[in-house]
């Protein structure tokens, strides 16, 4: 077995702490991972949590890892010791279902297993980012380029890739009329990729202050959706809406932006289901789809295009000690927009 430590969640009311634990030891087609940057997603909150309701104890959360590979098994084809690689939501599928065939593992029939939280067949769970080492089958690793700020890469695998799926099955293309609902870590990197696609984009945010920070990113216009007049002059002007809020909120204001056969692109999680007023969908033909990560062959094109385009998050790199007051300031609102742990002071 393999000596691993990093912060752990012992019940739904406890801060994280360091916790020590072991990882089986490599197999033929798995690779060793020195863990140097997890990012925090809002998810691991939920689960450290038990907001979910399906937590395991301890959790060791993370799934936006960026390490060095240490070690390969023997039969492992595509890394070498030294890569610089990636690992996201999840290290398997049942790789046999027709969504795994059609490498959208994410769609898994079967259901995946989580890089956090997952139940293995022995009855343990798996354990996260927040560490210092993982053991990961090369099917479910990524590349990533040495010419990206590696800290700044990590919330490419979760917030990333949801924000570049949901774009790109829009299909979102040169010229489009795009708005981001919310600018957050999944909202702030759509608009980076909504930009980099040619589209015109608009930022729809409930605070005022992100106005000045959204045209910083690059989008060409911003409605403080508090702003009656404003939402009204916007009625039918959208092709897509992206909705990254997971917050409670009604789609109908939103669904009246779009034009006819206008698509609503839903990526956020409410806690209770938002209103629908039909007529919102049938005046204007208008569409409502959701969208989830990506599979590992999109989730590598992602990270090759944000190469070739230099795109990558804006975050706070924090030493581990910080996490939990990291937790406190994203309930608060108060990142822009990730926070990455740097996981190497673990060794410190």
Request: hydrophobic share 40%.
């Amino acid at each position: 077995m393999i000596q691993a430590r990093g912060y752990a969640a012992l019940g739904s009311s406890q801060a994280l702490r360091p916790y020590a634990f072991e990882r089986k030891e490599v197999d033929a087609r798995q690779v060793l991972i020195r863990i140097l940057y997890c990012g925090i997603c809002h998810a691991d909150i939920h689960q450290a949590r038990n907001e979910y309701g399906n937590t395991h104890y301890p959790l060791v959360p993370g799934h936006e890892i960026v390490g060095r590979i240490e070690r390969v098994g023997p039969l492992v084809t595509q890394f070498n010791a030294g890569d610089l690689v990636g690992v996201g939501y999840f290290i398997d599928s049942c790789r046999h279902c027709s969504s795994c065939a059609e490498g959208e593992e994410q769609f898994c029939e079967t259901g995946l297993l989580p890089t956090q939280n997952g139940k293995l067949p022995d009855g343990s769970t798996t354990k996260g980012g927040y560490s210092d080492v993982i053991v990961v089958d090369e099917r479910y690793v990524l590349h990533i380029s040495e010419r990206l700020d590696a800290p700044a890469v990590a919330p490419l695998l979760c917030a990333g890739i949801t924000a570049y799926s949901a774009l790109t099955h829009g299909p979102v293309g040169p010229g489009d009329q795009v708005a981001i609902l919310g600018l957050g870590g999944i909202g702030h990197l759509a608009v980076k990729f909504a930009v980099a696609f040619g589209a015109q984009v608009t930022v729809l945010s409930s605070s005022p202050q992100k106005q000045e920070p959204a045209l910083a990113l690059g989008a060409h216009a911003f409605i403080h959706t508090g702003d009656k007049t404003a939402m009204k002059q916007a009625n039918r002007r959208f092709d897509f809406i992206l909705d990254t809020v997971s917050a409670n909120h009604a789609y109908d204001p939103y669904l009246n932006l779009l034009k006819k056969d206008g698509t609503l692109i839903v990526v956020g999680r409410p806690p209770q289901t938002p209103q629908l007023d039909p007529i919102s969908l049938i005046s204007r033909r208008r569409k409502i789809v959701g969208s989830f990560i990506g599979g590992m062959a999109e989730t590598q094109e992602m990270l090759d295009y944000c190469a070739d385009h230099a795109i990558t998050a804006d975050i706070e790199l924090i030493p581990p000690v910080d996490m939990n007051k990291a937790y406190e300031r994203v309930l608060n609102g108060d990142v822009h927009y990730r926070f990455v742990i740097d996981m190497a002071q673990l060794t410190q």
